[in-house]
């Protein structure tokens, strides 16, 4: 119930941003069926903000029509840019079970009054008047000029039977979207944790360019080795780029090496600060190298009905190089918005933008791979302003984008590709650090549980990321499962060693488990992966990590008693006798044993040798 959990406290928070006035969101602590009417409220507030990009609590609350004399309808929008209207209807369940397992009533939907309520009926049935978010969303509807341009869609957040899925749109009267619970933490959950609110295929921008800009720009065609290219350069305003950084974040940075909170840690962010609050004048122009962006369309027009004036529209914009500029652009915009100060520190200050058009005819489709490999190559030549590390070249790639899904999907927990990838949802108190997975620390579980305990901790972080070596070291897709039980396994072993950090006569708990927890961890793990055998039950999952990690722990300090005297440790473990007490002692370097190349064979011959009476281990599995 992990996913749910995460779900329950992204509405707690989502709540939290109600102004106080507003008591249907705070209920008091002892009322359970207040709590569970907030918390269902904010469930339509999470996908309003997820699929339309509503930000601000009040944007959304407006159209939230939720309560008494409703017509069945829980939540609307209406979309001017592609012209649909989205009626909502919204089932949350109080605990996960339920929320995973039961099915929207059909007599629900057969509540919504959506015939009546397009045809601009005031009042149900019943001659009862409608409530007046009701009555506003008709009057909404009927100021369009052009309706019958216009499409009406149903969204369904609820589960519904498979037999009735097919019967939804008669009982709706328009076509409806399901939302199941799968659906929703796909598409709701992890994109509102992980700053990707929109789907990348849905975006379009618009950019205004100002008087001094418009008319004046470089359109060039490139042959390449897959595709020709078009570039279109020219100067725009820096608010505009700021704007969409703002609201996008990393939905427009799928194909940039790093995530949009990434780039917080970077000191070029004080000089680009600096070149806009700083100077009134437009110096940041010529400081600054400006933005590549990727676009599958892009149109330019100075015929745009304003004089000096011209439009450049590009459709699923991503950023691949300048996310730097952006990020900064962006938070200077976010900050003077929450102090409601002025944004005059952007005028007449402009960036250059470069976007790279992919022609493409239905004659001559391009494999998605080799535009990504372009895309690499682009991103790599272009990306020479701030250091960008072997793990963040590899972040796009399949396998660990495939990793992620499948980790959220079965576990819950979030995969970090990318550096600062989940900053939003830890900074929204969506959800706490121990849900996030560091993908060099998986990266040497992996390495340990595929027999190279030893390369998996000397490794270097550069080393372990190389093209050839994420693809041999990460697991397949239908082997996450025990991979993650190997992870959860390091999990615990820090839980162990936190008992013994105020014992200062004992740190690590090296009383009990010599050497293991200091420097042994990620050999530890190897071993508990294979005993794990087909023990999958993810019901039991966290019991039996726990029992087999304390299995396989106990059984440690035996371990470093046995490496000990093989012949093969010599340069680890030096005997000599001491001349006073003519004692043997043995003088022990762990530290560079668990780096050590003999170290996989000793884990194999030791725990091989143990008689299992549990039947879980086989040193060939």
């Not at 700021?242 to 949009?260: G, T």
């Not at 960036?351 to 998605?368: A, H, R, Y």
């Not at 300090?557 to 005297?565: A, G, H």
């Amino acid at each position: 119930m992990s996913k749910y959990l995460t779900l329950v406290n992204i509405l707690d928070e989502l709540r939290k941003e109600a102004p106080i006035e507003y008591k249907r969101y705070y209920p008091s602590e002892r009322d359970d069926e207040g709590l569970n009417k907030a918390r269902s409220r904010a469930f339509i507030h999470l996908f309003l903000k997820v699929k339309f990009g509503l930000l601000q609590f009040s944007d959304r609350e407006n159209y939230i029509t939720d309560g008494t004399n409703d017509g069945g309808v829980d939540g609307y929008f209406i979309d001017d840019e592609n012209k649909r209207i989205y009626f909502i209807q919204s089932k949350f369940r109080n605990n996960g079970e339920n929320f995973e397992n039961i099915n929207i009533e059909l007599e629900e939907l057969l509540k919504m009054d959506l015939d009546r309520i397009t045809k601009g009926e005031f009042q149900d049935e019943k001659g009862i008047d409608y409530n007046e978010k009701i009555k506003k969303l008709i009057q909404t509807i009927q100021a369009i000029s052009d309706k019958p341009k216009w499409k009406e869609i149903v969204i369904i957040l609820a589960n519904v039977k498979d037999k009735y899925k097919d019967k939804i749109s008669a009982l709706t009267v328009f076509p409806a979207e399901i939302y199941n619970y799968e659906h929703v933490y796909r598409e709701l959950v992890f994109p509102v944790v992980s700053g990707t609110f929109y789907n990348p295929n849905e975006l379009k921008i618009t950019i205004n360019v100002n008087s001094k800009s418009a008319g004046n720009r470089i359109d060039y065609y490139v042959d390449t080795s897959i595709r020709e290219c078009n570039i279109t350069a020219l100067f725009i305003p820096t608010i505009e780029i700021a704007k969409i950084l703002y609201k996008y974040k990393n939905s427009i940075l799928k194909f940039n090496p790093r995530s949009y909170l990434d780039f917080a840690k970077s000191s070029v962010n004080k000089k680009i600060q600096n070149s806009i609050i700083a100077i009134s004048t437009n110096e940041f122009a010529l400081y600054n190298n400006g933005i590549t962006m990727l676009s599958d369309n892009t149109f330019y027009s100075d015929r745009v009905g304003k004089k000096n004036e011209a439009e450049l529209i590009v459709t699923n914009p991503q950023i691949i190089n300048g996310g730097q500029t952006a990020f900064t652009l962006s938070r200077i915009y976010e900050d003077k918005l929450k102090n409601k100060e002025s944004l005059d520190v952007f005028n007449n200050k402009e960036v250059l933008l470069k976007v790279i058009t992919f022609s493409e005819d239905e004659e001559n489709i391009v494999s998605e791979e080799s535009r990504l490999e372009l895309i690499e190559a682009i991103s790599k030549a272009t990306n020479d302003q701030t250091e960008v590390t072997e793990a963040d070249r590899r972040s796009n790639e399949k396998i660990q984008i495939e990793l992620q899904d499948e980790l959220f999907k079965i576990f819950g927990y979030f995969y970090e590709r990318k550096r600062g990838e989940f900053g939003d949802g830890l900074r929204n108190k969506y959800i706490d650090r121990s849900k996030i997975i560091d993908r060099e620390i998986f990266l040497r579980i992996c390495l340990s549980i595929k027999n190279n305990a030893g390369q998996a901790r000397r490794a270097s972080s550069k080393q372990l990321f190389k093209k050839e070596s994420i693809n041999s070291i990460l697991p397949s897709k239908e082997e996450v499962i025990k991979y993650f039980f190997g992870y959860k396994s390091f999990e615990y072993l820090n839980e162990v060693q936190r008992k013994y950090e105020k014992d200062s006569n004992n740190r690590f708990g090296q009383a009990q488990y010599g050497y293991g927890l200091r420097y042994g961890k990620i050999a530890i793990i190897g071993v508990v992966s294979r005993y794990y055998g087909n023990k999958n039950n993810l019901d039991q999952f966290d019991a039996n990590v726990k029992e087999i990690t304390e299995f396989v722990l106990n059984k440690w300090f035996d371990f470093e008693e046995y490496v000990k005297i093989q012949p093969e440790n010599f340069l680890y473990f030096r005997k000599y006798t001491d001349q006073e007490t003519g004692q043997e002692i043995i003088e022990v370097n762990f530290d560079n044993y668990y780096k050590g190349r003999t170290l996989s064979k000793d884990l194999i011959n030791f725990f091989s040798a143990i008689h299992d009476q549990k039947n879980l281990f086989d040193p060939k599995d």
